[in-house]
């Protein structure tokens, strides 16, 4: 893939100043009682081995007037010069704090598509016991899902090192091109009225089945829900909660991770928002990212569609709560997948870029900055990335933890990330501190709902090894 495809598009003209949508792995590595890394040794091992990581090898070329969509090109930059390093002795900075800062300023993907930011100095990293090194990997999520996080991750700190370059088949590589903005430009301007004609009957066809098959019953699209204080419009300022538990808590039952999360997420907003005058919400809903199967026809980067999962609130025991949100996440799952959906999403693809990106454009430039919405899909996002296969080192140390930051966007003030690493199981809660000012509040009604989920679901105590 040369050109980009849509989806990948609308993640990439939808990060702002105001608004990272970039994708964030954050490792922390623990030395031990042996000495730190420094910044030049971390970057000769992230030159050795990015070599052999053709994503990140490329950056993005935009058409001018946004005529045709962006195409991926050669990045010129030395890998040195995607490090950023950050000296964190001078105290001014906590774990969270750092991240929080990080997830506030995206990339410009037009110059570079990504950065490895290198934090050295920190001091009071939970499980770490050593000197701390805190490697915060941002990339566009133009060019990154939280599988090829994962993927990156691994080729440039897994302890198993790679000694040639790999094509994974489930997560295709896109292509660098010569950059041809004036040329892309004028081609997609002169074949508009081609394109345009030539998408009507193949999208007609796909929106038609979609919606019939929606209208039939046969799959089930929850309707918008009255909004609440969580999606308020946020502005460019971030806060992050990193709440860590034992792996072992969240096993031992039936119930996913996923689904422990979700359950737990929901007595939480359901107290919280009792607390700020809105009580007996039994709507409240999550935004939780699937992964398409590798055996899905998927031409973007992006491997993930949005399913809107109810979080019944109003079923006050934990266990019967956690089997209506599994019920309601198969059935949204069994929603997006499906080949009518699929067909639906993918019919964009044939429509104009012009067309697709100007709609996009006109939407962002009059959607409202600040205020709330009347109506919502969802209240917040839960998204779930299990790395517990990856084994990663920064010369001898090694990381105890790695997680990731879910990215607000309008309407939408608070995200939870759930990422699995090790024996630890983190919760990183990335909130607008400008629109929920008491987010400190929500993350300490967070930390012993999911205990006592985990407790419910999984019959496991809440004091073993949770650091």
């Known amino acids: 893939m040369t050109m980009m495809d849509v989806k990948d598009a609308m993640f990439h003209f939808a990060s702002a100043p105001h608004r990272s949508?970039?994708?964030?792995?954050?490792?922390?590595?623990?030395?031990?009682?042996?000495?730190?890394?420094?910044?030049?040794?971390?970057?000769?091992?992230?030159?050795?081995?990015?070599?052999?990581?053709?994503?990140?090898?490329?950056?993005?070329?935009?058409?001018?007037?946004?005529?045709?969509?962006?195409?991926?090109?050669?990045?010129?930059?030395?890998?040195?010069?995607?490090?950023?390093?950050?000296?964190?002795?001078?105290?001014?900075?906590?774990?969270?704090?750092?991240?929080?800062?990080?997830?506030?300023?995206?990339?410009?993907?037009?110059?570079?598509?990504?950065?490895?930011?290198?934090?050295?100095?920190?001091?009071?990293?939970?499980?770490?016991?050593?000197?701390?090194?805190?490697?915060?990997?941002?990339?566009?999520?133009?060019?990154?899902?939280?599988?090829?996080?994962?993927?990156?991750?691994?080729?440039?700190?897994?302890?198993?090192?790679?000694?040639?370059?790999?094509?994974?088949?489930?997560?295709?590589?896109?292509?660098?091109?010569?950059?041809?903005?004036?040329?892309?430009?004028?081609?997609?301007?002169?074949?508009?009225?081609?394109?345009?004609?030539?998408?009507?009957?193949?999208?007609?066809?796909?929106?038609?089945?979609?919606?019939?098959?929606?209208?039939?019953?046969?799959?089930?699209?929850?309707?918008?829900?009255?909004?609440?204080?969580?999606?308020?419009?946020?502005?460019?300022?971030?806060?992050?909660?990193?709440?860590?538990?034992?792996?072992?808590?969240?096993?031992?039952?039936?119930?996913?991770?996923?689904?422990?999360?979700?359950?737990?997420?929901?007595?939480?907003?359901?107290?919280?928002f009792a607390a700020h005058g809105e009580p007996d919400r039994d709507d409240l809903r999550a935004l939780v990212p699937t992964a398409l199967a590798a055996s899905v026809p998927w031409p973007a980067v992006n491997r993930t569609l949005a399913a809107a999962v109810t979080l019944h609130p109003e079923l006050g025991e934990a266990t019967r709560r956690a089997s209506a949100v599994a019920e309601a996440l198969a059935l949204q799952r069994e929603h997006v997948t499906d080949h009518r959906h699929l067909d639906a999403t993918r019919s964009a693809e044939v429509y104009p870029a012009a067309l697709v990106l100007g709609f996009g454009r006109h939407g962002r430039r009059t959607a409202p900055r600040t205020g709330t919405p009347d109506r919502v899909n969802t209240h917040t996002v839960v998204t779930s990335v299990n790395r517990t296969s990856l084994d990663l080192t920064l010369g001898s140390a090694r990381a105890r933890s790695c997680a990731g930051v879910a990215a607000l966007g309008p309407g939408c003030s608070v995200s939870h990330a759930v990422y699995g690493y090790g024996d630890l199981v983190t919760v990183c809660v990335t909130v607008c501190p400008t629109t929920v000012p008491d987010h400190a509040d929500y993350a300490n009604i967070l930390r012993p709902a999911i205990d006592e989920t985990c407790a419910a679901l999984h019959g496991t105590a809440t004091t073993a090894v949770r650091r």
């Not at 040794?41 to 990015?50: L, P, T, Y």
């Not at 005529?67 to 050669?74: A, C, L, M, Q």
């Not at 950023?84 to 750092?98: A, I, M, P, W």
């Not at 002169?190 to 066809?205: D, F, G, N, T």
Request: hydrophobic share 40%.
């Open 21 to 272: 949508m970039d994708q964030y792995t954050v490792i922390s590595f623990d030395s031990e009682d042996t000495e730190p890394p420094s910044f030049d040794q971390v970057a000769a091992q992230v030159e050795h081995r990015a070599r052999l990581v053709p994503r990140l090898g490329v950056r993005i070329c935009e058409a001018p007037g946004q005529w045709e969509f962006p195409r991926w090109i050669r990045d010129p930059h030395p890998v040195r010069d995607h490090l950023v390093d950050h000296d964190l002795s001078d105290g001014r900075h906590t774990f969270e704090s750092f991240v929080a800062e990080l997830a506030s300023v995206p990339i410009d993907a037009t110059d570079r598509a990504w950065k490895i930011h290198v934090g050295r100095g920190l001091s009071a990293v939970d499980g770490v016991r050593g000197a701390a090194t805190v490697v915060v990997v941002q990339i566009s999520h133009a060019l990154s899902d939280g599988s090829v996080g994962t993927h990156i991750a691994r080729a440039l700190f897994g302890r198993a090192e790679k000694t040639e370059k790999t094509e994974n088949p489930a997560l295709p590589d896109p292509v660098a091109s010569r950059a041809r903005p004036l040329y892309d430009a004028a081609k997609g301007a002169v074949l508009l009225p081609l394109r345009w004609a030539r998408s009507q009957i193949p999208m007609v066809r796909a929106q038609k089945k979609y919606l019939a098959a929606v209208r039939d019953g046969e799959l089930v699209v929850p309707a918008p829900v009255e909004a609440a204080k969580f999606n308020a419009h946020p502005d460019e300022t971030r806060a992050v909660h990193v709440l860590q538990f034992p792996k072992s808590q969240w096993t031992g039952g039936s119930a996913t991770v996923t689904v422990t999360a979700l359950t737990a997420v929901g007595a939480a907003l359901s107290e919280y």
